[in-house]
């Protein structure tokens, strides 16, 4: 077991290692060349458009200037000096609370690590068991502070019991005001919010299907009749991946095209050519600008008849829609109600914001949708308790036997003595780390397929599938030894009173792996965060062979986001730690309280300059948040309790009975007063906002608002190709240049779907620019062009 | 252990005891003189005032007609006469979902036992293990038909949990169409239903104090502003205990002035006296109706004190009020809808129909419902589980010593022999039976407690209690050994797969104990119910001593009404008791069998001939029916895989673990698809009645209809007293008289507050009778004045 010593050292190495990411983070982030890769932000809200030194040549890429280099540590208190409100029109509401969790730990853990370290850690020391039983014992320094050294039967049990007491009350106590505060800066977020599509739209999902009547003709109908007052219009959703790829396909067309034109703009005597052959290495030599006029061309009319199939088949219609209300008031009614009596058909609810929508997902019907999530529940428990199963596999097909039987022509390589213990010692971990790479992915594809509509609740739900596999596997795999399967066996085959016991008395053992745990993955691995070396690499690489446009370099910036589904859990497993241990183990609480800072200062940082969220769910993740300290404050109760009763302060247990009730029912009144804020939209406030808007908003004006907003993507290109061919009609001659003008200005910025960030995502790009307005200014190119 | 003779034994002396009820039964309720005890439904609906036979004055109260003698058992073929769409518009939609429930039952349990008597009876019976263990163990011959009977290890499992599968899946088959059906019922049920003032009344609660301003005018504003085009009015709650005790006195008043004008008008030369002293014992004689005239006078001008106090007093205004829409969808949106930012503030819910409403907790403000809640449901776990606890306390007072302490003067009685042995053997017994007798009561008041509004969900609470006090104290508490304390306590010191494995033993060996339970409280019950013996006691003391007026006679005929919170619960445990056991030892099935047939007939009968329920919940029980079925299936499959892991059979257990999941999943959808049917009302319901309506329903109309319809009871007798006030004026002379034919005309049936039937339900009675609609038809005195 770790001594002190051992710690130290420890701490010693990671924050070593957290001071070279700042300093290399520091001098990197001055260079102009990494602007875009330190500053995108700033590029995106149009605020910068270029690195600010363009003095010469050498000036363009690296920083000449060195009284900056002086002052290179400033980034920290310029990442203060911006207020939440400014944060909250900058970056929005999501990242804004986002913070806030960082010092509501700060807020939390503080307090509580003062009393504890003054109370608990004389108690614990003063003359304990284990200075007694140390030579027989290796016993580490760090458990010689905490409840392990408490003699059985001691009296000294009641400042715990009395400190769980009271730490709880103050967890609860903060946690309320912070649920407050977030769920009234919600609700002003939404009441200051200008006129958004979303506020006056409905997702209907389940429509019946009536022979001989169109979709959209059946929703007119039954909303018409059943809001006659509020109705306003309705948007069909297609099915349209294969024309999502077509467009897809002649976006990459468009891009080479600009290559080219852009090419010949710089040597106008050399007419850019290409081979017709595969990827251009052979082939007839013609001219490119022509050539990939010509493929458009092609790919336009291929896309005509595309849209007319979907057009005509009925098939391509899906049974839901959105339904559009003349006012807040209207939606907020039909999206609170239900509509039919069938209560698996028209069902309401509020539409996503249009960048926020995954339109894969919104044909579901309702039976599938309850089979599905049975399936990925089972999915999920057998992937948290069984994962070590598959991997096991790999890594046995791993090893050499498995290997030389499997390719027979690999021998003479794997009897080399280098490339053996390569394979041996090295790939049944990288197969353990590429598995844990990828989880959070597999997660979102198996949110994917329950079927949410929408990306923000696709991200919350993959964040608490993530967040039970860091439970049982990092927390309880930590404590108990075995694996997960193993501790689920020996669970089902013990007491309900025994199996607290069995994990509470392993609890203060190890609290030194914990603390080691936190400085390497809190500390060192949020240094890393804001160097973000894998962008800065990308980014060189892809401007350096691949970058061919200024569209190519704004899409190689790639700012990413705060990634919810990873972040969050991993927060919510600092918070379980923490009031695990601030009974048991106080020392601990330290340096959770250091991660806290140090990762506030860097998200900080990150979210003024960095991170471009993709959607804005005004903080609709707080209730989950929220819930999961809860769930620790339980399990922390119940672990104290199992290690009570192993302490023989039996008596005591009874005394701790009380807490959880407690505290369930302050979650539940919690839930009660303040969850409605983030599910529901009470009509008052409709009432307030459509009052307000009444004078600038006329129904006219509304409908044509509207009528474009939900438009799926398809719709969108389908105008431009009419623009087009309709300008075909009108000057024969200038067909081509015109309609590829018409398509790349910026006024037109729809077949906007190349802009990637990973192969899970692709459908997201469906989303959609809403013409005539620059609310959704989330896509790099609508902005920049 | 019982034989089969025994089991023979005790189903003769069963159905012995049952029939001669039958006979008793059949031969009273053909007695003129017990017509309004046994066919109380048919006097309230109007359609029968006076016993059919009415030949000369013996045939006035014996039935001379002896043709009737020969056919006295056909009330059976009569109660089946009446087809269900007539009792439910003769008795109302809750009585016939009622009764579904024992065809239920019988649907379900029918081809069940049909095929576990065909295929599982052989397959326990041949060549069992239990027929080599006879003599060293006392085995019953039930025993021998049951799973007991197969050797571990053998393959006949299979056909077990074949079985197991195939049963539950039939009754979730019946199970899914009877909740459909159910569901269905209750829609056309609500749409068939005329215009009734709960379908335009939401109630609201948690109005926020402003100073300075009413209740009623801060509600007006809210919904004028939030509801501008469906608000109609509102109605304020007023806090009017002591006035509600004045008015029923006054109404005693009244009952024995109208006894006094009867007798003078039937003596007209003898003037009724009185004595002036107290209970009419003593002091000076008077003449008695001047003396109550001149008594109702004085309550009159203390009415009107009190009246006066209530309206100046702006505490006396509860934070709870009715508000009324102007159409049906209004008042769907409204109760459907977050009214305010702050979601304790402005909650609103269906109002329950008049009748039904608890007026008492409408003014629980929203804090303490959750703290309600909390502790009574700590309340009813330690009901529960620690009953036996101050019964044995009772139980320790009630033995010799304790009472000869207690009282020393008793010993002499006490050390009389027959005394003796009379408190030893009989007192204990009689507080356990006391306290059984007492317990849906003492239920009931800890739901009142909880602050539900409507009679109807008291009683739904109330046998949700009583169902969790029969399910650990009545089944498990019979399986297991020990009170239901040391049974928690061995639980929560058994692992997981312990506790079904420890109970899942038991279950067979207790088949016998059931059988005789079902044949005692089943059988022999319910033929006691048919019989009303109760009833028809107290009817006839009543009848001889207290029945003064018509009226009384009216009062005194009590046709009770189905009572859910006793029914229910034990209806839940017969299905439990038939799932559990139909794969265990399915020789019991037939029993229940019998059981469901049977009540059927006599629920039928008395729902036509005797009940009258108190509310329409429009069969709003039947989610709980549900739920409480698929709890049964769950329990017998982790009952049988614990039996089974005991047979070393354990190698089957992992094939049962899929059942319960797949039964989770099938009340999940159950639970998405048609509950909301008896919870929201969806407002497709809403146009379409609204429409229908439309033409009758004018606005000013519909304001009148409303406005009297939720008006606190109190207001009905102020405008009755302000008429008499008036009256009064005008002619001063006539005054007395003229005032007590105003209350007492059948057009004012307002001071109605007498009508009792227990006293826990006196506040009840507080349900107003919507003066100038005759839809309420629940009070016995409005309808036959």
Known sequence: MATLGDIGLSAFINILSAFAFLLAFALLRIQPINDRVYFPKWYISGKRSSPRNLGNVVGKFVNLNFKTYVTFLNWMPQALKMSESEIISHAGLDSAVFLRIYILGLKIFGPIAVAALLVLIPVNAHGGTLFFLQRELVVSNIDKLSISNIRPKSYKFFFHISMEYLFTFWVCYMLYKEYKRVASMRLNFLASKGRHPEQFTVLVRGVPHVSGRSVSDSVETFFRRNHPDHYLCNQAVYKANKFAKLVKKRNQLQNWLDYNQLKFERYPNKRPTIRRGFLGLWGERVDSIDFYNEQIKDLDKKLTMERQKILKEPKAVTRA??????????????????QSKNPTLWLTKWAPEP?????????????????RKLVISILVFALVFFYMIPIAFVQSLANLEGLERVALFLRPLIELNFVKSFIQGFLPGLALKIFLHLLPKLLMVMSKIEGHVAISILERRTAAKY???????????????????????????????????????????????????????????????????????????????????ERDLE?????????FPETLPSLQLYFLLGIVYMVVTPILLPFILVFFAFAYFVYRHQVINVYNQKYESAAAFWPHVHGRIIASLLISQMLLMGLLSTKKAASSTPLLVVLPILTLTFHKYCKNRFEPAFRKYPLEEAVNKDTQHRASESNADLKSYLSDAYLHPIFHSFEDVDLAEVRVDKNEAYAPST???????????????QHEDGPSHDTRHYGVEPTGNNMYSYDVESQHH
């Open 321 to 338: 829609a959105f339904v559009s209300f003349n006012s807040r008031w209207g939606a907020a009614v039909c999206a609170q109600t239900q």
């Open 355 to 371: 960048r926020d929508i995954y339109w894969k997902n919104l044909a579901i019907p309702f039976l599938s949708l309850t089979m």
């Open 739 to 753: 309609s590829q003008g018409a398509i790349s200005s910026p006024s037109s910025p729809q077949y906007a779907y």
């Open 555 to 563: 899409k190689a910036m790639d700012p990413g986001s705060i990634k």
């Open 467 to 549: 967040y039970y596999f860091m439970l049982v596997n990092v927390f309880l795999g930590s404590i108990v030894t075995g694996t997960a399967f193993q501790q689920l066996d020996a669970f089902l085959h013990q007491s309900a009173t025994q199996i607290p016991r069995n994990v509470g008395v392993s609890i203060p053992m190890k609290a030194t792996f914990f603390i080691t745990y936190i400085m390497v993955d809190g500390w060192a691995g949020i240094a890393g965060e804001i160097l973000r070396l894998k962008c800065l690499v990308v980014f060189h690489l892809k401007h350096m062979f691949i970058v061919k446009t």
